[in-house]
C-alpha cells in the first residue's frame, strides 16, 4: 500500500496563519521606518515632512492593534510580544522625534531647548512604563506623552518663547496628574462625536501640512478647537 501524500489542511493552512501573523508585526514595525524618516527630516528643519511621517506613524497605531485581535497574533505568534513592539515604537513616534523638534526647532529659549527635550524624553519613557496608564473604562491616565500632538500645535501655533516653554513645563507635570485624557477609538462615551473630530482634525491637519504649517487662522483656529475638545471630554467625565 502506498503511503498517503496528502498534507494536512492544519499543517499546509499554518504557514499561511503564521505568515499573516507575522506580517502585522511588520506592519507595526513600519512605525519605526517611520519615526527615522521622520527624525531626518527634522534634522533637515523640514518640519511639515516630518509630521507627514508622525501622521502616518499614528495611522499604523491606530490600526494594527486592531489587526493584531482579528488576526490572534498573540495566539498564532506568542514569540514576539505585540504589547512590547508597540511601546518601542509609541516611543520613537510619540516622544523620542517630537522631543527632538521641540529641541532644535527655534520654538523655544536657547538655554531651555535642551532641558525641555530631555524633560520630554524622561516622563515619556516613565509615562509608557506606566502599568496603569489606562482607566478601567479605556481613558488615558494623565497626559498619555502625545508629544508628536504637541510638537505640532506648537509649530502650528507659533507661541512666544517662553510660552511655548512653559506649555512643555506643563504638559510634562500633567504626566503625573491622575486626570482622565479620552481614547478616541475605545472610549464609548461620545465615541460617535469624538471619531468626527478626529476625522475633521485629520483633514484639517493635512491642509495645514500641505501649507506648510501655515495654513491661516481659520484651520489653525478649528484646529485649536478640537485640541481643546478632546483635553475638555476627559475633564468632564472627573470624580
Known amino acids: 500500500m502506498v503511503p498517503s501524500l496528502r498534507v494536512p489542511i492544519e499543517d499546509a493552512v499554518s504557514p499561511l496563519i503564521n505568515a499573516r501573523a507575522f506580517a502585522v508585526h511588520i506592519f507595526t514595525a513600519a512605525g519605526a521606518a517611520l519615526a527615522l524618516g521622520a527624525l531626518v527630516y527634522a534634522v ?9 511621517c508622525l501622521g502616518i506613524a499614528l495611522f499604523v497605531d491606530g490600526i494594527d492593534g486592531t489587526l493584531a485581535r482579528r488576526f490572534k497574533v498573540a495566539e498564532v505568534l506568542p514569540r514576539w ?18 522631543a527632538f523638534a521641540i529641541a532644535s526647532g527655534g520654538l523655544l529659549p536657547d538655554l531651555l531647548a535642551l532641558p525641555a527635550g530631555v ?3 524622561i516622563t515619556g519613557a516613565l509615562y509608557f512604563a506606566d502599568r496603569n496608564m489606562k482607566t478601567p473604562d479605556n481613558y488615558f491616565r494623565g497626559f498619555p506623552a502625545l508629544w508628536n500632538a504637541a510638537a505640532f500645535y ?3 501655533l507659533k507661541p512666544a518663547p517662553w510660552l511655548a516653554a512653559a506649555i512643555v513645563v506643563a504638559l510634562a507635570a500633567l504626566t503625573f496628574v491622575p486626570f482622565k485624557f479620552v ?3 475605545r472610549v464609548a462615551r461620545m465615541r460617535v462625536l469624538t471619531i468626527a ?4 482634525w485629520s483633514l484639517l491637519a493635512l491642509l495645514a501640512l500641505l501649507a506648510d504649517l501655515d495654513p491661516g ?7 485649536a478647537i478640537i485640541g481643546l475638545y478632546f483635553l475638555g471630554i476627559g475633564l468632564t467625565e472627573q470624580r
Request: charged share 10%; glycine share 10%; aromatic share 12%.
Open 217 to 223: 487662522p481659520g484651520v489653525a483656529g478649528a484646529l
Open 154 to 156: 506648537l509649530f502650528l
Open 81 to 98: 510580544s505585540g504589547d512590547v513592539l508597540d511601546l518601542v515604537v509609541d516611543f520613537v513616534t510619540y516622544v523620542f522625534v517630537p
Open 119 to 121: 524633560i520630554i524624553v
Open 197 to 200: 473630530a478626529l476625522m475633521l
Open 183 to 185: 481614547h478616541p477609538m
Open 44 to 52: 533637515r528643519g523640514q518640519w511639515a515632512a516630518m509630521f507627514g
